[in-house]
């Protein structure tokens, strides 16, 4: 393995494959999906990467494909939301190139989480010859993301930083550039005196307060009230009331249903 270098992070990549095949399994006999994993991206540009094919690890670290700044790059993701692209067209550079042409698997959905220290890059990928998965992805994000939800729970030791040897060092800098359009959005919304946030789909008619909007963003997110209400300085029977006020307005009455129902509702940027 001389040719490789972060050489650690590599055998770690290795050594938690049979467990994320292991967690993937569903996922893959269900819907045809062949490749999953998940990177974290640092401040310092380190990053964490965990997934479930051995062999195109191996290609990943010997050219180095964690500097593509290209597929890695947030400066478009919103602060504490979710960005997702769609990938079925021919692959436009060396990394995407290889993954389609030697290793079958392409028809990705990318889905980046930006957070205040840490960006999530989230891939979903299959058979080149698969391209109905693109409609899938499309008509079943709340599915995915019930499954990322699952993944963290479930392998949350792998996502432990504190382990240095874990991190790959890159020479690129994901979230350097700092997203100001969340910025932009508020004062927009202060100047028309935003405070409602108006639902799509068949809740046309029906808002949201901004409170309500934001409880239910950090809701999908997986936090408990709890840790909402410490996050946005209010009582945990506060929050628990604002979430007990979305349930009735939009018919959910569990947990499981508020977060399925989140992605279809039409929430701006908390």
Same mark, same amino acid.
């Given at each position: 393995?001389?040719?490789?270098?972060?050489?650690?992070?590599?055998?770690?990549?290795?050594?938690?494959?049979?467990?994320?095949?292991?967690?993937?399994?569903?996922?893959?006999?269900?819907?045809?999906?062949?490749?999953?994993?998940?990177?974290?991206?640092?401040?310092?540009?380190?990053?964490?990467? &965990?997934?479930?094919?051995?062999?195109?690890?191996?290609?990943?670290?010997?050219?180095?494909?964690?500097?593509?700044?290209?597929?890695?790059?947030?400066?478009?993701?919103?602060?504490?939301?979710?960005?997702?692209?769609?990938?079925?067209?021919?692959?436009?550079?060396?990394?995407?190139?290889?993954?389609?042409?030697?290793?079958?698997?392409?028809?990705?959905?990318?889905?980046?989480?930006?957070?205040?220290?840490?960006?999530?890059?989230?891939?979903?990928?299959?058979?080149?010859?698969?391209?109905?998965? &693109?409609?899938?992805?499309?008509?079943?994000?709340?599915?995915?993301?019930?499954?990322?939800?699952?993944?963290?729970?479930?392998?949350?030791?792998?996502?432990?930083?504190?382990?240095?040897?874990?991190?790959?060092?890159?020479?690129?800098?994901?979230?350097?550039?700092?997203?100001?359009?969340?910025?932009?959005?508020?004062?927009?919304?202060?100047?028309?005196?935003?405070?409602?946030?108006?639902?799509?789909?068949?809740?046309?008619?029906?808002?949201?307060?901004?409170?309500?909007?934001?409880?239910?963003?950090?809701?999908?997110?997986?936090?408990?009230?709890?840790?909402?209400?410490?996050?946005?300085?209010?009582?945990?029977?506060?929050?628990?009331?604002?979430?007990?006020?979305?349930?009735?307005?939009?018919?959910?009455?569990?947990?499981?249903?508020?977060?399925?129902?989140?992605?279809?509702?039409?929430?701006?940027?908390?």
């Amino acid at each position: 393995m001389s040719n490789i270098t972060n050489l650690s992070s590599f055998q770690f990549n290795k050594s938690c494959t049979p467990l994320v095949e292991n967690l993937c399994e569903p996922l893959f006999t269900s819907f045809g999906i062949t490749h999953f994993g998940c990177i974290r991206m640092l401040e310092n540009g380190q990053m964490l990467r &965990i997934t479930n094919n051995k062999k195109w690890t191996k290609k990943f670290f010997q050219h180095e494909f964690y500097n593509d700044i290209d597929i890695y790059d947030m400066k478009d993701v919103p602060l504490n939301n979710q960005f997702y692209v769609f990938l079925n067209r021919p692959p436009n550079n060396q990394h995407l190139s290889m993954l389609c042409s030697e290793f079958n698997i392409w028809n990705f959905m990318f889905i980046y989480e930006r957070f205040e220290t840490y960006g999530d890059f989230w891939f979903f990928g299959t058979e080149r010859h698969n391209y109905q998965i &693109i409609n899938f992805y499309a008509n079943n994000l709340n599915v995915l993301q019930h499954f990322i939800l699952h993944f963290k729970h479930k392998a949350a030791h792998l996502f432990d930083i504190t382990d240095s040897s874990k991190l790959i060092s890159t020479k690129i800098r994901p979230l350097s550039t700092k997203y100001k359009e969340k910025k932009d959005i508020q004062d927009f919304l202060e100047k028309i005196s935003y405070n409602k946030h108006a639902l799509g789909g068949n809740f046309c008619g029906k808002y949201l307060s901004k409170r309500e909007a934001e409880c239910l963003f950090y809701f999908s997110q997986g936090r408990t009230m709890r840790e909402i209400a410490d996050h946005i300085e209010l009582t945990p029977k506060t929050i628990e009331t604002y979430v007990n006020n979305i349930k009735n307005k939009i018919g959910c009455h569990t947990k499981g249903d508020l977060i399925s129902m989140f992605s279809k509702l039409n929430v701006p940027y908390i």
